[in-house]
């Protein structure tokens, strides 16, 4: 396979991971925001019970807290899908943050697999029906009547 198609495989199929960092959210970019006990209580009537995290792409910062465009929080006993509601968290109820990062080792792990898969399959059928190219046999057409 060549390397750009591979690099391309790889791109598409991201698969995508969060990572604790020691700097404040950015604007622009996808977070999860892992909430203090309290936070969780104080947000309560915003998210649900029991909320541990809530993910999303950042919109806004300031030393008050972060606006976020929610697409999923995390709760005790789940995940649930968010379709971009606007939320602002103050800071004081943040415990921690993660901003979501591409795994390169899980997605080229993924790309390699699927192009594993695709060379097995076409292996398979080659050896089945035969390569007319490198004079094998092609499909026999069905007897007249």
């Known amino acids: 396979m060549k390397l750009p198609l591979f690099a391309m495989l790889v791109v598409l199929t991201g698969c995508y991971t969060y990572v604790r960092t020691p700097e404040s959210p950015v604007a622009g970019r996808e977070f999860s925001l892992h909430l203090t006990d309290a936070g ?8 649900g019970a029991g909320v541990l995290a809530v993910q999303g792409r950042v919109t806004t910062v300031d030393n ?43 997605s080229t792990a993924f790309a390699g697999l699927i192009a594993l898969g695709g060379f097995v399959i076409s292996r398979t059928i080659t050896e089945v029906l035969g390569d007319p190219e490198r004079g094998g046999s092609s499909p026999k057409p069905p007897p007249e009547t």
């Open 40 to 47: 969780s209580a104080q947000l309560a009537g915003e998210l």
């Open 64 to 106: 008050q807290g972060l606006g976020l465009a929610a697409t999923g929080v995390v709760r005790r006993g789940g995940h649930e899908k968010w379709s971009g509601e606007y939320l602002t968290i103050p800071r004081a109820l943040i415990a921690t943050s993660e901003e979501r990062k591409i795994s390169v080792w899980r």
